[in-house]
């Protein structure tokens, strides 16, 4: 059952003097500021900072769900910003899996709905996208709570669910932001034991500012001012301690 | 894919909330229409009932037939002619009225039909004979057609006459000009040019001329009043008297109720879709069609109470409408007043879901469930 998990290929991403300004309050919100980077197929990286570095608006960018006021990103050769609203639509739901802080699950589905729910909007049939999600529950330790509710799941198993939704499709890239913020110890490893099991091929971008999450990825990019600086697993300790 | 993406959607909607949704609107339509209707009722001095004389009605539209259409039909006005009625003519014994030498107007019909086929007429036979719709209908006749005048009292001992059907008469009631009585004469056939030297106008009729004809108390037609009757005198009240001002202002306070309710509940509908759509859209789901389909329940609800008030004029305030005839842009008026609000209710919820999963909006969103 990891199989269902693991993904096949990751995904190559291009950030390029990434930009990004929101208007508030009759002033500019400099958000990004130049960002750039790469992420190598299959690669793991996590993407540290503190709250309102941007983080979050990174992993949109990236996604697809922002837009950026200059620069842009490369996913699989091609310019996320360039992709007109509806493949951009398309491009998330076969290259991207997001996993969210809050978990996103759409609380009147039962679980195995909400994992079925990505698969259902890429026009796989109910009976396929079903069959899928009761192997993708099984695989994340889930199978015999399939017909719960988000609200009658704990908190880790709402998050198990996320992920089990977020490779329903089988991305290339995997955005989680802040994906244990809201789990306790046990709950937190055994999510990341998900996401970074090792047949587990995806490309994985992790929005965290947890120094131990951040250590169990293999790279950490570190935003600051909307700006980003390669760190060491060393000094992301550090600079959280 | 679209019907898949309905269905995801349709999981979306809590039962509770489908069912005010769709109940809001429907609810509140029908009571404007029950309103409206109340309102006519009270107001209008009804005799008989509401929903009689359909035969009635239906003899009218045969009359009419010739023309194919209301709007097309001429009618000639007879203004300030006599109408006689049985006992009140030159003989009390002798039903068949006689106006003037050639003009034959009958009244009672049930005695036309025995002396024409009694071969018992009095009067001097012209060269035509009008007849009121009615007696035409029972003889089984139309213009052109003759019909067998067994002899006048002039020539008692006179062979049959073939008289020639010259056109049909319908009593009338001006509301508009003092309340005179007289014939109209619905030109079916040719008339002779001595009826038509009686003729003192014509015009072609329409939508609004209709509003002052009435057959009120003219028992040779009818005891009761048709519906149209009952709409042409309400209006016609309503117009002469400024009444239609206390209609208007019931008619637009009933919109603006519905346009409230139907504004509240779309906004409603919207704000429980809103982060789920917003959830499909950072899935992948493509914010047009999702917006769409969100707006599309709401859309058919609303294209249900305009068929339903379509429907309740129809069957109702307009009968015209079940026979199609040609007024359609005044028929249609009604409904066109719920559409155009319900379209820009459709509109603008559409604009505002699609404003909700735009990028920035999405991510608000979901970051503000982050935490």
């Known amino acids: 059952m990891e199989t269902l998990i693991a993904g096949s290929k990751g995904a190559h991403v291009s950030a390029q003097n990434l930009q990004l300004r929101f208007p508030a309050k009759r002033r500019m919100v400099e958000v990004l500021r130049g960002v750039s980077f790469e992420i190598a197929e299959g690669d793991r990286v996590a993407l540290s900072g503190s709250s309102g570095a941007g983080k979050s608006s990174l992993l949109y960018c990236i996604g697809g769900m922002l837009l950026p006021s200059s620069g842009g990103v490369v996913v699989d050769g091609r310019l996320v910003a360039s992709l007109d609203e509806r493949a951009r639509a398309e491009f998330r739901l076969r290259r991207i899996g997001m996993v969210f802080q809050s978990f996103q699950l759409l609380p009147a589905l039962s679980a195995l709905a909400n994992v079925a729910l990505p698969m259902r909007l890429a026009g796989v049939s109910r009976k396929e996208a079903k069959t899928r999600a009761e192997g993708l529950l099984d695989a994340v330790g889930l199978a015999d709570r399939a017909q719960h509710k988000p609200h009658e799941l704990s908190g880790g198993e709402q998050q198990r669910v996320a992920v089990a939704r977020a490779v329903a499709n089988d991305p290339g890239l995997i955005l989680a932001d802040e994906p244990t913020g809201n789990l306790d110890d046990d709950s937190a490893e055994l999510v990341l034991d998900l996401l970074l099991a090792p047949a587990n091929k995806r490309t994985i971008l992790v929005a965290t500012h947890d120094p131990r999450v951040a250590r169990r990825l293999g790279r950490v990019v570190h935003l600051a001012k909307g700006r980003t600086t390669e760190e060491d697993l060393a000094g992301i300790g550090e600079r959280q301690t | ?371």
């Open chain 2, 1 to 371: 894919m679209i019907d898949r993406r309905l269905l995801v959607l349709s999981t979306l909607w809590k039962p509770s909330a489908l069912l005010a949704v769709v109940t809001f609107p429907i609810a509140t339509m029908s009571a404007a229409a029950v309103l409206f209707f109340l309102t006519i009722s009270t107001i209008v001095p009804i005799q008989g009932t509401l929903f009689h004389n359909r035969a009635s009605y239906r003899t009218v539209l045969a009359s009419d037939a010739p023309s194919s259409t209301v709007a097309g039909l001429r009618v000639d006005v007879v203004t300030d002619f006599p109408l006689f009625r049985p006992g009140g003519g030159i003989d009390p014994d002798v039903s068949p009225i006689m106006v003037g030498p050639e003009l034959w107007v009958v009244a009672d019909r049930q005695r036309l039909v025995s002396d024409v086929l009694g071969d018992d007429v009095i009067g001097t036979p012209g060269p035509g004979v009008l007849l009121d719709e009615e007696s035409a209908s029972l003889l089984a006749v139309k213009p052109g057609d003759q019909i067998s005048m067994g002899f006048d009292l002039l020539n008692p001992s006179g062979s049959p006459l073939l008289i020639t059907v010259a056109g049909l008469l319908r009593p009338y009631v001006s509301l508009g000009e003092g309340h005179h009585r007289g014939l109209l004469v619905v030109e079916a056939g040719a008339l002779p040019q001595w009826a038509r030297e009686l003729v003192s106008g014509s015009q072609t009729l329409t939508g609004s001329r209709r509003t002052y004809l009435t057959f009120n108390d003219v028992p040779s037609v009818s005891g009761t009043r048709t519906r149209e009757d009952i709409r042409d005198s309400f209006f016609g009240d309503l117009l002469s008297s400024g009444g239609w001002l206390a209609l208007a202002a019931v008619v637009c306070l009933g919109m603006a109720l519905w346009l409230a309710v139907a504004w509240r509940s779309t906004s409603q509908h919207l704000r429980r879709m809103r982060y789920g759509l917003a959830l499909l859209t950072a899935l992948g789901g493509r914010p047009s069609s999702l917006a769409l389909l969100a707006i599309a329940p709401l859309g058919l609800l609303f294209a249900g109470s305009i068929a339903m008030a379509f429907a309740i004029d129809g069957a109702l305030i307009f009968p015209q409408l079940l026979h199609w005839v040609a007024e359609p842009a005044v028929l249609l008026l009604p409904s066109i007043l719920i559409a155009a609000p319900c379209f820009v209710v459709v509109a603008v919820g559409y604009r505002s879901i699609r404003y909700e999963l735009s990028s920035q909006a999405i991510v608000e969103l979901l970051g503000k469930e982050d935490g």
